[in-house]
């Protein structure tokens, strides 16, 4: 089965400064990766998603992913942060289909992300 | 224009007690999923339907049923609640069983079993 794993808890950043937030993954054959974003008593966002091709995705609000093959990792990045960009992201990955066709999707534990003024 | 609603967003109830969840979705999406969020954030599906049809059922105690009546309605009844039930639950939905569409979520029903 695939897996995600997301390494840091929590991660803390100064306004203005970029950001990382790390994901590596286990899966067989191509993976489709995914980033979301959860806000405060909110459901998650979708914020950019690796299906093919280039490996650097863009995506809302600023954000961007690099997927790198050899590493197995999908980390998501910002050139400058900014204080509303704190809040909960998951790294997730398409799960394999089923015997029926079916496949599910795969979430981190999630990584927050707070950054300082 | 809520694209995934769900009712009712808070949910206070007692050991033992028989609840319902409802979800609707307005995006013309053909699949749909439950999932639980724990108090640790860990996000796990429980459900997922494909125009009405149940393919995907985690590991969940079958005091868990969920039901679509048509492809933009999933609702979700829990008999018996317990303690360990508390949780946020997240309905979604997306365009395909197995595709590489991203998932639309609700906001979230917030159980708490007293």
């Known amino acids: 089965a695939q897996s995600v794993a997301q390494p840091e808890d929590q991660v803390n950043v100064a306004e203005g400064n970029p950001l990382t937030v790390k994901c590596t993954y286990s899966v067989s054959g191509n993976p489709y990766l995914f980033w979301y974003v959860q806000y405060p008593n909110r459901g998650l966002q979708f914020l950019l998603k690796y299906i093919t091709g280039d490996n650097l995705v863009k995506g809302s609000y600023g954000f961007e992913a690099e997927f790198n093959k050899s590493q197995t990792s999908f980390h998501l990045k910002k050139p400058s942060a900014l204080v509303s960009d704190s809040a909960l992201y998951f790294c997730?990955?398409?799960?394999?289909?089923?015997?029926?066709?079916?496949?599910?999707?795969?979430f981190g534990s999630g990584t927050r992300l707070s950054i300082r003024p | 224009d809520t694209a995934v609603s769900q009712t009712p967003k808070y949910l206070v109830t007692q050991m033992g007690n028989d609840k319902s969840i409802k979800c609707e979705q307005n995006?013309?999406?053909?699949?749909m999923y439950w999932y639980k969020q724990d108090s640790k954030k860990f996000l796990k599906i429980m459900f997922s339907y494909n125009n009405k049809e149940l393919i995907i059922n985690e590991t969940v105690p079958n005091r868990f049923s969920p039901k679509s009546p048509d492809k933009a309605h999933l609702n979700l009844h829990i008999n018996s609640l317990e303690l360990g039930d508390s949780a946020v639950y997240f309905c979604?939905?997306?365009?395909?069983?197995?595709?590489?569409?991203?998932?639309?979520f609700g906001d979230g029903t917030r159980l708490s079993i007293l």
């Open positions: 979604a939905s997306s365009q395909g069983a197995h595709s590489n569409q991203p998932q639309h």
């Open positions: 997730a990955v398409r799960d394999l289909p089923g015997a029926g066709g079916a496949s599910k999707i795969i």
């Open positions: 995006l013309g999406h053909d699949t």
